[in-house]
């Protein structure tokens, strides 16, 4: 995930250096307009929903060949999500996996 190095202010400019993955960059390199930075770690994404492959009413659904295509096995029951505002767009962001690189799990045997 992207991090913030620096913000400068300077009246109503605002100027953010960023460091961010080969992937990320990928993802940004043809694209340098309306772009925006939110923060996706679970304690900044306040409401939970439901998701599921079938049903009704509050649910977030997805298709299997999306989850298929981003090798997602098992949605959790729960996610945590939040709705952003931005020029008047209102953008919903979903964690559904949470990555474990990096967090040993030990086990006794």
């Excluded at 190095?5 to 605002?14: E, H, L, V, Y």
């Excluded at 940004?28 to 998701?51: C, G, Q, Y």
Aim: hydrophobic share 40%.
């Amino acid at each position: 995930m992207a991090s913030i190095k620096t913000i400068d202010m300077n009246g109503n400019d605002i100027l953010v250096t960023l460091k961010i993955s080969d992937e990320e960059y990928e993802v940004l390199k043809p694209k340098i307009k309306n772009l925006m930075i939110v923060p996706v770690e679970t304690d900044a994404l306040n409401e939970r929903l439901t998701t599921g492959k079938l049903g009704n009413s509050n649910r977030i659904m997805l298709p299997n060949k999306i989850l298929k295509k981003y090798g997602i096995k098992k949605l959790p029951k729960k996610v945590p999500s939040d709705v952003f505002e931005s020029n008047g767009d209102k953008i919903l962001v979903i964690k559904l996996e949470e990555s474990k690189v990096g967090i040993p799990v030990f086990k006794e045997e």
